[in-house]
C-alpha cells in the first residue's frame, strides 16, 4: 500500500507472470490535452491493475484524472506516452473479439434519447453470439415498468439500470462502472450491490467509479485514489484505513439527564493525559478527537460508567475511506 502522494511512476501492485494476469494493467500512462494553446496533463504517469474476481474502486476528486484514465483504458482515447493492456490488448487498437469481452456502463449518459429501453436492449443483445437474456436483466434490475418509456423520459436512476443491462448483455469479462448507483433508491442500491458481488464471485474483473465512499468501502476489494494525475494512495480498504498506528480517532460520550454535571465537574479530558486530544461539549455530549489510545478510551468508559451508570449513547469510530480520501485530496478539486 502506497500513501502521502508518490512519485509518478509508482508501479502497479506486482503479480507472477506464472499466473494470470491483470485483466486490465496500465503501465506509466500519461495523457496531454491542448487547450487554448496551453498543454494540459490530465494523467502524469499513473500505473494501475485490476484483476478477474475482484471488484477495483478508481477514486478521485472531479478534475482528478481518473475518467481520462478509464477512457484510455476503454480504448476511446489514445495515451500520450505508456502502456495499456486490457485482456492482454492494446484497447485503441483492440480487435472485435475483445471489444466483445468489456461492458461499459456510462453514468446517465450514452443512451439514444429517442429510442425505449426495451427496444434499446433487444438492439444491443443481436450485437453478441451469446447474449444475457434481456428478458432476465429486464426483471432483475426492476426495468419492466418503464421499458416502454422513452429513454429521455426517465429518472437518472431507471437511464442507470438500463445502461446497467445493456453493459451486461453481452456476459463482459471486464465491466467499467461509472457511478452504478447514482441517482438509485436504497432498494434498487441493493440489487446493484447483490448484482455486482454476484459478477466478482464469478470471476468477471469490475473497475468501478464513484463519488459514495461508503459505496466504494463496501464493494471494493483494492481501492486507488486518483489526485493530480497520478496514484496518491492505493490498497486494500482495510490497508488504507489503518495506515497510521496513531491515526486520530473519534470518541462521544451521552450521560443520561442525572450525570449531566459530570461533564463540567473535573472530567477526564482535562488532565495532562488528555493534553492532545480536542474535545468539545453540548448538552449532554461530549465528543472527542485525535489520536485515542486504548488507555484513553479505556478511562473515558470507566468515567462514563461510574457507579454502574449506562450512557444514553457511546461510539468510537475510527477514520472511514472517507477520511483517508479526504487527507490525500484536501479541498484541492483539482
Not at 482515447?77 to 469481452?101: C, H, I
Request: with cysteine.
Amino acid at each position: 500500500m502506497v500513501l502521502n502522494h508518490p512519485a509518478p511512476t509508482q508501479s502497479a501492485p506486482d503479480f507472477d507472470p506464472g499466473s494470470q494476469a491483470p485483466a486490465l494493467h496500465i503501465t506509466d500512462l500519461s495523457k496531454t490535452f491542448e487547450r487554448r494553446g496551453a498543454r494540459v496533463h490530465a494523467v502524469r504517469g499513473l500505473s494501475m491493475a485490476a484483476h478477474r474476481g475482484q471488484v477495483t474502486a478508481l477514486l478521485g476528486a472531479n478534475g482528478a484524472g481518473k475518467t481520462t484514465t478509464l477512457q484510455c483504458a476503454q480504448g476511446l482515447l489514445r495515451p500520450t506516452s505508456g502502456a495499456v493492456r486490457l485482456l492482454n490488448e492494446d484497447p485503441w487498437q483492440a480487435s472485435p473479439e475483445v471489444r466483445a469481452r468489456v461492458g461499459v456502463m456510462l453514468q446517465d449518459g450514452g443512451l439514444p434519447q429517442a429510442v425505449r429501453p426495451m427496444e434499446l436492449l433487444r438492439h444491443v443483445s443481436r450485437l453478441y453470439r451469446d447474449p444475457r437474456p434481456v428478458t432476465e436483466l429486464v426483471d432483475l434490475l426492476g426495468i419492466e415498468p418503464f421499458a416502454t418509456t422513452s429513454v429521455r423520459r426517465l429518472s437518472g436512476g431507471q437511464r442507470q439500470r438500463v445502461g446497467l443491462a445493456a453493459a451486461l448483455i453481452g456476459r463482459p469479462e471486464v465491466l467499467f462502472l461509472d457511478e452504478p448507483s447514482a441517482g438509485l433508491d436504497p432498494q434498487s442500491r441493493q440489487i446493484v450491490f447483490e448484482l455486482i458481488a454476484q459478477l466478482r464471485d464469478a470471476g468477471t474483473c469490475i473497475i468501478l467509479t464513484t463519488h459514495l465512499m461508503d459505496d466504494a468501502a463496501r464493494l471494493a476489494d483494492y481501492v486507488y485514489i486518483v489526485h493530480h494525475g497520478s496514484v496518491a494512495a492505493q490498497g486494500t480498504v482495510a490497508d488504507l484505513v489503518s495506515a497510521e498506528q496513531h491515526a486520530p480517532v473519534v470518541m462521544s460520550v451521552t450521560l443520561p439527564e442525572s450525570r449531566a454535571a459530570d461533564l463540567r465537574e473535573q472530567p477526564p479530558w482535562h488532565t495532562e493525559s488528555f493534553r492532545e486530544i480536542e474535545w468539545t461539549v453540548k448538552d449532554r455530549t461530549v465528543t472527542l478527537t485525535g489520536e485515542l489510545t486504548a488507555p484513553l478510551i479505556r478511562e473515558i468508559t470507566q468515567w462514563a460508567t461510574l457507579d454502574d451508570w449506562v450512557p444514553e449513547a457511546l461510539s468510537v469510530q475510527p477514520r472511514s475511506l472517507e477520511d483517508v480520501f479526504l487527507e490525500v485530496s484536501g479541498s484541492d478539486p483539482r
